[in-house]
């Protein structure tokens, strides 16, 4: 028995040794051994990742290294493509002087949020600087109604719209400036041959001068004489008459090429109407051929409002997208205008295409905050809406099928029955 105990004994104490010699070599090989020492500096020292390097060029870019901050931000785009990191890369870009790139990640920004205000600012910047005056302006304004008491965004917007109004002052008045020349140039020409319808009355003179003298040399009896005089004297009568009839008519003429003038600058100031009213028709058709479907809802409020008065084309910028994608264009950046004027456009061409309308005022509800959107629509647009519904949607010629969907979505749409 004591041997037993005393084999236990052993064995429990070369258990305890063998327990504490593990230990021992754990610990040990926890700091000496040098593969262990490299794991675990690797797995303390922090990875790179998209927020990191983002806080990294934040950080060049509060210090005025620019070029730094790009090769940060483009880092942190390359890990994780975020609407801060392209937007923050485009205003180092703005530092730069290079627009152009920073107009195109603006882009990128708000392909990615269509709603961030920082990205149509900076956007707006970029294309001032560019000398895309009328795309600044659109940028400033469209960041006005996300955020209409944004100071900044105010004065941007009105220094854009200032240099986009003398950009069209000074086109329309060159082109002016060219009509008027020809104009005078063609009154020019009419001058001359006015003049030349007047030289004949220099011509009438010079003559004069030598009859005189070869009468003077004539030798007659004094009733000849008395005869020539008269007969000379009915002449210079019969002259004189003569250049103020001429005379009357070079006062005829001027007063006639001054009425030309006032005509043709009537007949100038409505062809230059004439030629913009062609221009911006042709504009138009040129546009309508290349309409693309909308991505986002800035793209889609730009198309829409550049046909604006030309309901057609407007018909034909929403049939570019499908019914299933204004949720997904729309997100949270539809105006109670904007769903307005999509539902008026809807209804002219309801009769024509019913399944297809219907389809578009379902899917319009689904939009994100819908319900908040047609709680804040005017009263006016509310009756405007209760007309189409009543004359349009749930006309006599709706067909059942049709109408019901249609009576369904006049509550959603906050109408009543």
């Given at each position: 028995m004591?041997?037993?105990?005393?084999?236990?004994?052993?064995s429990?104490a070369?258990?305890?040794d063998?327990?504490s010699?593990?230990?021992?070599?754990?610990?040990?090989?926890?700091?000496?051994?040098p593969?262990?020492?490299v794991?675990?500096?690797?797995?303390?020292e922090?990875?790179?990742?998209?927020?990191?390097?983002?806080d990294?060029?934040?950080?060049?870019?509060?210090?005025?290294?620019?070029?730094?901050?790009?090769?940060?931000?483009?880092?942190?785009?390359?890990f994780?493509?975020?609407?801060?990191a392209?937007?923050?890369?485009?205003m180092?870009y703005?530092?730069?002087r290079?627009?152009?790139?920073?107009?195109?990640d603006?882009?990128e920004?708000?392909?990615?949020?269509?709603r961030?205000?920082?990205?149509?600012?900076?956007?707006?910047?970029?294309?001032k600087?560019?000398?895309?005056?009328k795309e600044?302006?659109?940028d400033?304004e469209?960041a006005?109604?996300?955020?209409?008491?944004?100071q900044?965004?105010?004065k941007?917007?009105?220094?854009?719209?200032?240099?986009?109004?003398?950009?069209?002052?000074?086109?329309?008045s060159?082109?002016?400036?060219s009509?008027?020349?020809?104009?005078q140039?063609?009154?020019?020409?009419?001058?001359?041959?006015?003049?030349?319808s007047?030289q004949?009355?220099?011509?009438?003179t010079q003559?004069?001068?030598?009859?005189?003298?070869?009468?003077?040399?004539?030798p007659?009896?004094?009733?000849?004489?008395?005869?020539?005089?008269?007969s000379?004297?009915?002449k210079t009568i019969?002259?004189?008459?003569?250049?103020?009839a001429?005379?009357?008519?070079?006062?005829n003429?001027?007063?006639?090429?001054k009425?030309n003038?006032k005509?043709?600058k009537?007949h100038?100031?409505?062809?230059?109407?004439?030629?913009?009213?062609r221009?911006?028709?042709?504009?138009?058709?040129?546009?309508?051929?290349?309409i693309t479907p909308?991505?986002?809802?800035?793209?889609?409020?730009?198309?829409w409002?550049?046909?604006?008065?030309?309901?057609s084309?407007?018909?034909?910028?929403?049939?570019?997208?499908?019914p299933?994608q204004l949720p997904?264009?729309f997100?949270?950046?539809?105006?109670?205008a904007?769903?307005?004027?999509?539902?008026?456009?809807v209804?002219?061409f309801?009769?024509e295409?019913?399944?297809?309308a219907v389809?578009?005022?379902?899917?319009?509800?689904?939009?994100?905050?819908f319900?908040?959107?047609?709680m804040?629509?005017?009263?006016?647009?509310k009756?405007?809406?209760?007309?189409?519904w009543?004359?349009?949607?749930?006309?006599?010629?709706?067909?059942?099928e049709?109408?019901?969907?249609?009576?369904?979505?006049?509550?959603?749409?906050?109408?009543?029955?």
């Amino acid at each position: 028995m004591l041997g037993s105990s005393s084999r236990n004994t052993g064995s429990v104490a070369s258990r305890r040794d063998t327990l504490s010699f593990d230990n021992a070599r754990s610990t040990s090989g926890q700091y000496n051994d040098p593969f262990s020492r490299v794991t675990s500096s690797f797995v303390s020292e922090d990875v790179p990742d998209a927020a990191s390097e983002k806080d990294l060029g934040n950080e060049y870019f509060k210090q005025k290294k620019y070029k730094e901050a790009i090769d940060c931000y483009s880092r942190s785009i390359a890990f994780s493509p975020t609407a801060v990191a392209y937007a923050n890369r485009a205003m180092a870009y703005i530092k730069l002087r290079r627009f152009q790139e920073a107009d195109d990640d603006c882009t990128e920004a708000l392909n990615l949020d269509d709603r961030y205000i920082k990205a149509y600012s900076r956007r707006a910047t970029s294309r001032k600087e560019l000398g895309k005056f009328k795309e600044s302006m659109e940028d400033a304004e469209f960041a006005l109604r996300l955020e209409p008491n944004n100071q900044e965004i105010k004065k941007q917007y009105a220094d854009a719209k200032s240099l986009y109004d003398k950009e069209m002052l000074h086109k329309v008045s060159g082109a002016l400036k060219s009509t008027v020349q020809g104009t005078q140039k063609v009154g020019k020409s009419d001058t001359q041959n006015n003049g030349g319808s007047i030289q004949p009355i220099s011509l009438v003179t010079q003559k004069s001068g030598p009859a005189k003298g070869s009468e003077q040399q004539i030798p007659a009896k004094e009733s000849y004489l008395m005869e020539e005089v008269d007969s000379k004297s009915n002449k210079t009568i019969s002259r004189a008459q003569g250049q103020e009839a001429d005379g009357s008519n070079a006062s005829n003429n001027v007063q006639h090429f001054k009425g030309n003038q006032k005509g043709s600058k009537q007949h100038m100031q409505e062809s230059i109407q004439q030629l913009a009213s062609r221009a911006a028709s042709l504009a138009t058709a040129e546009a309508a051929k290349n309409i693309t479907p909308p991505t986002t809802a800035y793209q889609f409020e730009v198309s829409w409002r550049g046909f604006s008065g030309d309901r057609s084309l407007q018909i034909q910028v929403l049939k570019a997208i499908s019914p299933q994608q204004l949720p997904k264009i729309f997100k949270n950046a539809l105006s109670t205008a904007m769903l307005t004027d999509i539902i008026k456009c809807v209804a002219s061409f309801f009769s024509e295409e019913m399944e297809l309308a219907v389809s578009y005022m379902e899917h319009l509800t689904k939009v994100p905050r819908f319900d908040m959107i047609v709680m804040c629509l005017p009263s006016t647009d509310k009756d405007d809406l209760r007309k189409i519904w009543d004359e349009v949607f749930c006309g006599e010629a709706t067909p059942m099928e049709f109408a019901e969907i249609l009576d369904n979505l006049r509550t959603k749409y906050c109408l009543g029955q």
